[in-house]
């Protein structure tokens, strides 16, 4: 018996001239072929960029220096770029104020999907048309939704006189050119714009959460708060971690709807980092510096996301 | 433990009727079995008896409470799901306070109680467990814990064993039957499978495209259907049925089956109580275990035309087209396909159906 099974064992393993496995190796070569100029794409659109950005940003080579960028060697500068960012105020300022609108969009976004998405888990009449009313603002070109804020928050604008008409006498507040409300209208265009994909994915979440041990809570005695906490928060932990990485990081490369609306001002009201790393490359043209910041916001997002996702490694495991 | 009374029940989806006026009284700490196959109305009562849905007609009674408009979490219902389900995302220990805990039971009362239902329930290793990865017999266990921590007065189970394997239902099957015992509480339970049902239940009610078809103990449905539905629906395989006509004899009241005889005298009581209906056209029944081998010339002669070996039994097909019967006999029996028996059926096993309304003739 023993004899037997050893012997089958000898033949499994040495198994590795069998057409089968010929042919498996083939199909590896066959595969990376396949595969390699997919493969060649990626490292020229990702990893030789960021590998050129780090190398610049270790010089103060800007393309006003009439030098290819491969001869930025020539004006290396020893980390000078980092050392000047991190005492570089208008820097800082523009990361605390991302922060900042990230720290209010992304919640309130958040809670508003996440109460419409419950709301749209009951049946209610011309659920269908509502449901496809709310994804509109998801859809809209950020650049028109910078245009149409921009309209709505002018002094003279819709925005304002609905405010007259509620309050009872005339308000004419200059929303965008006042440096305490400009990054208010900002903040509220993206909520306007991001809370649909909330709502999708919170919905889709939602939905995903099994029926009958939501019965089975409640047969138990579970008031309806009680299950959305011990059972629905739950099932969606990995859904929510997903949705609000999204969020976060897309936010806090908010851009094109701030640019229209704002163009960062007035003054620095509303000068987010992305706006900043569009001014230093487009009017300071220090590329070299330029390099240095975008890289280290690439960094700190990518240490904040592998959070996230060892977040939901460990909600999945449980 | 509580009565339940299931007064003039009706649940309509649209159109479509899906239990027409149904009556039943489920008794204090009886278990109960709903039995039909799909579509018969038996989930839709038990969803009912829960609250998860709402009748259109009539009323349920707890007893003699209305349950019109009490939510489903306060009406003391311990409710196991086909799937069982369980809370994936929480351990055993977890599970099983779920109910404690919403219901603001203090910790060490909660802990206590998990403890002892643990121990009851055989579930003390697996505590820490989650709950995700178990065993079947292990979640159905679970599942029945969790509704009984809160002590519920009625317990309803829906198919809990329709996603188990065969051999291993006999063994939940039993360990159900214990535990019902042990908890003493009324239980309904809804099945499709007859052996489930004849098994565990005390009573069982036979339901059928949405109505009532009997209520009785296992052995009462079982020997005497009320109806051909029943008669069919019940035993495996079901009771034989036979058309005939009913004709009167030197020896008495008997059945004329056509081509394959006719029946030895009724029953006498049967016969007066036929007589007085006035019935002619009927349904001869009787189980394929009764059925014995005459002699020559004696009772019905019928051709086998299949032998069917389920190990310790025999199933014998017999006849074709309309008339046909199946008998069970001990594995040793003697036949074989092609030749013609003689089969008989002693009176007091034979039953008698109205062939024009299926209902069953028999003494009140």
């Known amino acids: 018996m023993s004899m037997l099974a050893t012997e089958e064992k000898l033949s499994v393993t040495g198994d590795r001239s069998t057409p089968e496995t010929r042919i498996e190796d083939g199909g590896r070569r066959l595969g990376l072929m396949l595969t390699l100029p997919a493969q060649l794409l990626v490292l020229f659109i990702a990893v030789f960029p960021l590998l050129m950005q780090l190398y610049i940003s270790l010089t103060d080579w800007s393309p006003l220096d009439g030098i290819g960028w491969w001869q930025a060697y020539e004006l290396w500068n020893n980390f000078a770029n980092y050392t000047d960012l991190a005492a570089d105020s208008r820097f800082w300022d ?68 609905i405010v007259s008409t509620l309050i009872g006498r005339p308000f004419a507040l200059a929303w965008l050119s006042s440096p305490g409300t400009a990054l208010i209208a900002v903040m509220i265009a993206d909520i306007w714009q991001w809370t649909p994909l909330m709502f999708l994915i919170l919905l889709a979440g939602l939905v995903g959460v099994p029926e009958d041990q939501m019965r089975a809570a409640t047969l138990l005695g579970a008031s309806w708060s009680q299950r959305f906490r011990t059972i629905v928060m739950p099932k969606m932990k990995t859904i929510i971690i997903i949705a609000l990485s999204i969020r976060v990081i897309e936010n806090f490369k908010i851009f094109d709807t701030l640019y229209i609306m704002t163009g960062g001002g007035p003054g620095v009201a509303t000068e987010t980092i992305s706006v900043y790393i569009y001014k230093v490359t487009q009017q300071d043209l220090i590329w070299g510096y330029v390099a240095a910041i975008a890289l280290v916001i690439l960094i700190a997002l990518s240490i904040l996301v592998s959070l996230a996702i060892s977040r939901m490694n460990a909600a999945k495991e449980a | 433990m509580t009565a339940i009374h299931l007064e003039n029940l009706v649940k309509r989806f649209g159109a479509f009727t899906a239990l ?60 196991v799901f086909q799937n069982y389900a369980i809370f994936t995302h929480m351990n055993v220990y977890d599970n099983l306070a779920y109910g404690l805990k919403v219901r603001g039971t203090s910790a060490s009362e909660t802990d206590r109680r998990v403890k002892a239902m643990a121990d009851f329930l055989q579930l003390t290793p697996m505590l820490d467990k989650p709950s995700a990865k178990l065993s079947v017999n292990i979640l159905q266990r679970l599942a029945i814990g969790r509704s009984a921590i809160v002590e519920p007065a009625i317990f309803l189970l829906d198919e809990p064993l329709s996603n188990v394997d065969a051999a291993f239902r006999a063994v939940m099957r039993t360990e159900l039957k214990h535990l019902q015992r042990q908890f003493r509480q009324t239980m309904v339970y809804v099945t499709h499978d007859q052996l489930e049902a004849m098994t565990m239940a005390d009573r069982i009610a ?124 001990d594995n040793d029996i003697a036949v074989q396909t092609g030749e013609t028996v003689h089969v008989a059926v002693e009176p007091r096993f034979a039953r008698m159906f109205d062939a024009a309304t299926g209902v069953a003739i028999r003494e009140v």
């Open chain 2, 20 to 79: 027409k006026t149904m009556d039943l009284e489920i008794r204090d700490g009886e278990f109960m079995a709903l039995l039909g196959p799909s579509g018969c109305g038996k989930s839709t009562t038990m969803n009912m008896i829960a609250g998860m849905e709402q009748p259109s007609g009539g009323r349920i009674t707890f007893d003699g409470r209305d349950m019109n408009g009490v939510a489903m979490g306060r009406r003391g219902v311990g409710f």
């Open chain 2, 206 to 329: 036979v339901m059928d495209h949405g109505v009532l078809q009997q209520v009785g103990t296992p052995l009462e449905v079982y020997n005497d259907p009320v109806n051909l539905f029943v008669a069919d629906f019940i035993g495996s395989p079901g009771m034989n049925l036979l058309k005939g006509t009913l004709a009167d004899s030197d020896r008495g009241l008997v059945i004329d089956l056509g081509a394959l005889g006719v029946t030895a005298p009724l029953d006498p009581a049967l016969s007066a109580v036929a007589r007085t209906n006035g019935v002619r056209e009927v349904v001869y029944g009787f189980r394929p275990e009764r059925v014995v081998l005459a002699t020559a010339g004696q009772g019905l002669a019928m051709p086998v035309t299949f032998i069917e070996r389920i190990g310790a039994r025999t199933v014998v097909h017999f006849g074709d087209g309309e008339q046909r019967v199946k008998a069970v006999f």
């Open chain 1, 94 to 161: 523009a990361l605390g104020r991302t922060a900042l609108v990230m720290a209010i969009c992304v919640p309130a976004e958040f809670l508003l999907g996440l109460g419409l998405a419950i709301l749209f888990m009951d049946n209610f009449v011309g659920k269908r048309l509502f449901y496809s009313v709310m994804l509109i603002p998801m859809m809209v070109v950020p650049a028109v939704a910078g245009y149409m804020f921009f309209m709505l928050f002018q002094s003279g604008g819709p925005v304002n006189d």
